[in-house]
Structure formats: structure tokens, C-alpha cells
């Protein structure tokens, strides 16, 4: 069965820090990987999302992730810090490589962006 | 319109009282959710609906009642709930539920729920 695990609860970076979110899975078949952030009182926003090919994924407002099979990570990264970066974040895995539509979510982290 | 919508945004309702959430996707999209998440916390899936029909009830207690009159449109009926139910109840929605499962979903704003 797959499930994610997202290390640290809760990410504190200054302005312009580069921001790391780190993400680590756990699957028997290839993973579809996924970030969705989450805005104070608002829904789940998709952020980026691996399937197959490129492991360097590229995604909404200059985050970017890579899946690293020999890690099982799929670590979440934006080169510079924004105030509006704040926000929870999560990471989540498709149960049985997407064949079932199930996503499992981490329990997210919680990105906070000082002045 | 990539959206979908929930009504009401805010809701207090009493613990004898009836009430019922209302979601809404214009994609043509055949897969709909709904999550319930407290703070700080991940969604946790409550029941899948595919093609108008029930696919999935995370056992989910029947104070909880879930409904899909059409294509477009997902409800859940709220009954005799309780406290600990108050909560964000989010909905979400794929063009099929495999298709979520490799593309992922599209969610709603969410409905704060309130449970006095």
C-alpha cells in the first residue's frame, strides 16, 4: 500500500530563502506523485504532478519538484521565497499508480514566510 | 469554467437541524468527492461518486447523506450531526475517478461548517 510522509510539520524561511518542502514515499509500483497547496479558508490547489518521464517536474507560481526513485522523494522546492508562498502545503501519492483515482495525502506542512 | 463551486461558503446549523451542502463543476467532469478536513489537518475522504452512482463510502456515518442528481451537481445532506462534525467539507472532482488517480483533482473553496 502506498502512503507519504511529509518531514516537518511546519517550514519557517526569510523573504528570497529558497523554500524546501521534503516529501517521501512509499510504494510497490511506480508512483503518480502530486503537490497541492492550500490557502487560509480556500480548497486545494494543484501545484505540480509526476506520472512518467522528465523527473524534474515544473509547476504553478516557480515551484518545482524531482522525483528521486532511489530516494522515494519527491521534495517540493522554489528558489525564492514570497510572502504569499504561505500557506499548507501538501504532498500526496495515487494509490496503486493511479489505478484506483484514490489519492493519499501527507499531512502537510505548513510554509511560513517571515519579512 | 475550470471551477467548482460550494454553497453555502459558511454554515452554523444546530445539532437537531437539517441542512445540506451543495457543489457544483461545468468540466463535463464524471467523478466527484467529498472530503471532510479540521485544522490542520489532510483531507480525509468521505464518499466517491462515478457516473451518478455511489463507488465509495469511506464508512462514513448516515448522518451524513450524499446525493447526485446529475452529472454537474453533488449534495450531502446533513442530519443530527455533532459537534465534532464542524469541520471544512470540500468538494472535489475528475473526469473519471481513474483519470484523478493520474491527473489528480479539482477542488472547491470548501464549506465551513459549524456545529452548535
Known amino acids: 500500500a502506498q502512503s507519504v510522509t511529509q518531514l516537518g510539520s511546519h517550514v519557517s524561511v526569510s523573504e528570497g530563502a529558497l523554500v524546501l518542502l521534503r516529501c517521501n514515499y512509499s510504494s510497490s509500483v511506480p508512483p503518480y506523485l502530486f503537490w497541492y497547496v492550500q490557502y487560509p479558508n480556500q480548497g486545494l490547489q494543484l501545484l505540480l504532478k509526476?506520472?512518467?518521464?522528465?523527473?524534474l517536474v515544473k509547476g504553478i507560481n516557480g515551484f518545482e519538484a524531482e522525483f528521486k526513485k532511489s530516494e522515494t522523494s519527491f521534495h517540493l522546492t522554489k528558489p525564492s521565497a514570497h510572502m504569499s508562498d504561505a500557506a499548507e502545503y501538501f504532498c500526496a501519492v495515487s494509490e496503486g499508480s493511479g489505478n484506483t483515482g484514490k489519492l493519499i495525502f501527507g499531512q502537510g506542512t505548513t510554509l511560513q514566510v517571515k519579512p | 469554467d475550470t471551477e467548482v463551486t460550494q454553497t453555502p461558503k459558511h454554515l452554523v446549523m444546530g445539532m437537531t437541524n437539517k441542512k445540506s451542502l451543495k457543489c457544483e463543476q461545468h468540466m463535463g467532469h464524471r467523478a466527484m468527492y467529498w472530503y471532510k478536513q479540521k485544522a490542520k489537518k489532510p483531507p480525509e475522504l468521505m464518499f466517491v461518486y462515478s457516473y451518478e452512482k455511489l463507488s465509495i463510502n469511506e464508512s462514513v456515518p448516515s448522518r451524513f447523506s450524499p446525493e447526485c442528481p446529475n452529472s454537474s451537481l453533488l449534495n450531502l445532506h446533513l442530519h443530527a450531526l455533532q459537534p465534532e462534525d464542524s469541520a471544512l467539507y470540500l468538494c472535489a472532482s475528475s473526469p473519471t475517478h481513474r483519470q484523478g488517480g493520474k491527473d489528480g483533482y479539482t477542488f472547491g473553496s470548501g464549506t465551513r461548517l459549524t456545529v452548535v
Open positions: 509526476y506520472t512518467t518521464g522528465a523527473t
